[in-house]
C-alpha cells in the first residue's frame, strides 16, 4: 500500500515536472539566422523553411509575413502584443516591444512567402489544399525543392497531385548533370499540357555558337516527342473548349428560339419583341437575387432554382398583355406586326432604362456555379455554362412533353398545320394563340435567365439575339422542335469554330450567307411542315 502510494508520488511530480520544463528549442538558430543576413539570404532562409516545414517554421513565417519578425539586442525575436519571444525558440525575453527593429516586407518576399506557405501546406489533410499548393509550387519550381517534391511524393495517394509533384520534379530534374535523369525528366513532361513546359523542352533542341544545348542525342528525340505529345493534347484540350463554346452558345440560341418556333408558328407572326422578352427573364433574374440577399443572405446560392419561375412568368405575362392589347388585331397583317412589334420593343428597352436604369445590372453566380473543369492550361469548361447546356437540354424536354403529351400541345399542333381546318374541328384558335404566345415568351424568359449567367444584364441586352433566334426558326423548318435544336447547336457550333479562324465579324457574315443560300435551295428548312396543309 506505502509502495503503490510512493510511486503514484514519484509519477505525479514527474508530470508536474515535465508540464513546468520550459519549451524545447524548435528550431535551430542556423536555421531562422539567415533573415537577419542581406536580402538574398533571407530568401533563401524563406525557402528553407517552407521545405523544413513544420509548426514552427510557419510560425516564424507569419510573423515574417505580418510585420512581426525583426532584431532586438543581435537576437532574432517576434513581437508577439506586449511580448517579445526567440524566434528560433518560442521563450519569452526580457525585452520592450519598441526595442525590436522588425522587417520590411516587400513583393519579392512576399513571393517566396506564398512559394514557401505552399511548401507547408503540402502536408494539409485537405486535398484541395494540398492540390493548389502543388500547382503553384510547379511554377515556382527551383533545384531546392527537389528533396521537398520527392518527400511529398512518397506520401501523396491522390493520383492529380502526384501528377502535378511528379511534372514539377521533372522540370528541376531538366537542368540536372545527370543525362539519365534529364531523360526521365523530358519523357515525364511529355504528360503536361501545359505551353510552359513545351518551351522548356523546346529550349533543348536549339543551338548555341554551333552546339546544341542538350548534348545527349537520346534526350533531344525525348524532348521532340514530348513536344509533338503535347501540342496535340492542347489541339484536343482547345478543339473540345471550342466546340463546348459553341455547344454553349447554340443553347442560349435555342432557349430564344425556342418560343419564337412556337408563337411563329402557331400565329405567323415575326416579333421583334421576341429579344426583349429575354431582358424581362433576366430583369426578374435580379430581383429574386435582390430579394435573397435582402430577406434569405443564407440562401442567396440558390437564387438561380427560384429565379426559374419567375423569370417565365413575368415573360409570359408581357407576352400575354402583347398578344391581347397588340396582336390579336393584326392577324394575318404581317407588315404590320413586324412594325408593332418593333416598336414594342423600342417600349419594353425604355421601361426598362426607366426602371433599372440605363446602365448593365451586377447578377452573381452562385458559388456552385463558379469555377470550371481544366482541360489544359487556358482551356476550362466553366461551370455556369455546363449548368446552362443541362437546362436548355432540361427545357426542351419540357417543351417536347408539352407538345407531345399534352391536349394543348395537339391543339398547337394542329394550329401550325391548318389553322381553318382545326377550328372548325373544335380548336378554340384564339384562346391557342394567347397560350402559345404566353408560353413561347416565357421560354424566352428562362433563356433571358440562362443568358444572365454569363452575360450582362442591360435594357438593350435581347438585341443582339432577335436576328440569331430567326435564323434558328427559319433554319430549322417553322414550327419544328427538332429543326430548331439541329439549327441552334449547328449555329453555334460552326459559328465558334469560325471565330478561331477568321474572327468574330467575318464569322458572323459567312454564317449569314449560308443561311440564306440554304433558304434559297431549301425554302421549308432542314424538317419540312408535314401534312396536306403545308403541301397547298
Known amino acids: 500500500m506505502l509502495r503503490s502510494g510512493f510511486t503514484r508520488l514519484l509519477c505525479g511530480l514527474a508530470l508536474l515536472g515535465m508540464l513546468a520544463a520550459p519549451a524545447r528549442a524548435a528550431l535551430d538558430e542556423a536555421k531562422v539566422a539567415g533573415l537577419a543576413g542581406d536580402f538574398q539570404s533571407r530568401l533563401d532562409t524563406i525557402e528553407a523553411l517552407g521545405v523544413a516545414g513544420g509548426d514552427d517554421a510557419r510560425r516564424v513565417l507569419d510573423a515574417l509575413e505580418g510585420g512581426r519578425l525583426g532584431l532586438a539586442a543581435g537576437v532574432l525575436v517576434i513581437v508577439a502584443g506586449d511580448s517579445v519571444v526567440s524566434a528560433a525558440t518560442g521563450e519569452k525575453l526580457d525585452l520592450a516591444p519598441a526595442a525590436a527593429e522588425t522587417f520590411t516586407v516587400n513583393n519579392r518576399v512576399r513571393r517566396a512567402l506564398g512559394t514557401a506557405r505552399a511548401a507547408l501546406a503540402l502536408a494539409a489533410s485537405d486535398r484541395d489544399v494540398r492540390l493548389s499548393a502543388a500547382r503553384t509550387l510547379a511554377d515556382n519550381t ?3 525543392l527537389l528533396p521537398m517534391f520527392e518527400r511529398a511524393l512518397a506520401k501523396e495517394s491522390d493520383d492529380e497531385i502526384r501528377s502535378v509533384l511528379a511534372r514539377a520534379a521533372a522540370r528541376v530534374n531538366l537542368a540536372s548533370a545527370d543525362a539519365a535523369k534529364r531523360l526521365k525528366a523530358a519523357e515525364a513532361l511529355g504528360e503536361s499540357s501545359d505551353p510552359a513546359v513545351k518551351n522548356l523542352l523546346a529550349a533543348l533542341l536549339e543551338k548555341k555558337d554551333g552546339e546544341w544545348v542538350e548534348p545527349s542525342s537520346e534526350v533531344r528525340a525525348a524532348a521532340d516527342m514530348a513536344i509533338h505529345t503535347i501540342d496535340r493534347r492542347i489541339a484536343t484540350a482547345e478543339a473540345v473548349g471550342t466546340l463546348f463554346s459553341g455547344l454553349s452558345l447554340g443553347s442560349i440560341l435555342l432557349l430564344a428560339a425556342l418560343g419564337l418556333a412556337i408563337t411563329y408558328g402557331v400565329m405567323g407572326v415575326i416579333n421583334m419583341a421576341h429579344g426583349e422578352l ?23 446560392d440558390w437564387y438561380v432554382a427560384a429565379a426559374i419561375p419567375a423569370a417565365f412568368l413575368a415573360a409570359a405575362l408581357v407576352g400575354v398583355a402583347m398578344e391581347r392589347l397588340v396582336l390579336r388585331h393584326l392577324y394575318g397583317r404581317p407588315l404590320e406586326s413586324l412594325l408593332a412589334t418593333w416598336g414594342l420593343s423600342l417600349v419594353l428597352i425604355q421601361a426598362a432604362r426607366v426602371v433599372f436604369g440605363p446602365q448593365n445590372v451586377e447578377l452573381a453566380n452562385p458559388v456552385w456555379m463558379s469555377g470550371g473543369i481544366a482541360l489544359a492550361a487556358g482551356v476550362v469548361l466553366p461551370w455556369n455554362r455546363i449548368v446552362i447546356v443541362g437546362f436548355a437540354v432540361f427545357v426542351l424536354l419540357l417543351i417536347w412533353l408539352m407538345m407531345q403529351r399534352t391536349r394543348l400541345g395537339m391543339f398547337v399542333r394542329a394550329v401550325t398545320q391548318n389553322r381553318a381546318m382545326a377550328g372548325c374541328v373544335g380548336v378554340p384558335t384564339a384562346r391557342v394563340d394567347t397560350l402559345a404566345f404566353a408560353i413561347g415568351s416565357g421560354v424566352a424568359g428562362l433563356g433571358g435567365l440562362a443568358l444572365s449567367q454569363i452575360a450582362n444584364v442591360g435594357p438593350a441586352m435581347g438585341t443582339g439575339y432577335i436576328v440569331d433566334a430567326f435564323m434558328v426558326v427559319v433554319l430549322g423548318g417553322v414550327g419544328q422542335l427538332a429543326g430548331a435544336v439541329w439549327a441552334a447547336l449547328g449555329l453555334g457550333i460552326v459559328g465558334k469554330f469560325l471565330e478561331g479562324w477568321a474572327g468574330a465579324v467575318i464569322a458572323k457574315i459567312l454564317v449569314l450567307v449560308f443561311v440564306i443560300v440554304f433558304i434559297q435551295k431549301r425554302p421549308q428548312g432542314i424538317f419540312a411542315l408535314k401534312g396536306r396543309f403545308a403541301d397547298m
Open 142 to 144: 527551383t533545384e531546392s
Open 278 to 300: 429575354l431582358m424581362v427573364g433576366a430583369y426578374a433574374t435580379f430581383l429574386v437575387q435582390g430579394l435573397f440577399r435582402s430577406y434569405l443572405p443564407a440562401y442567396v
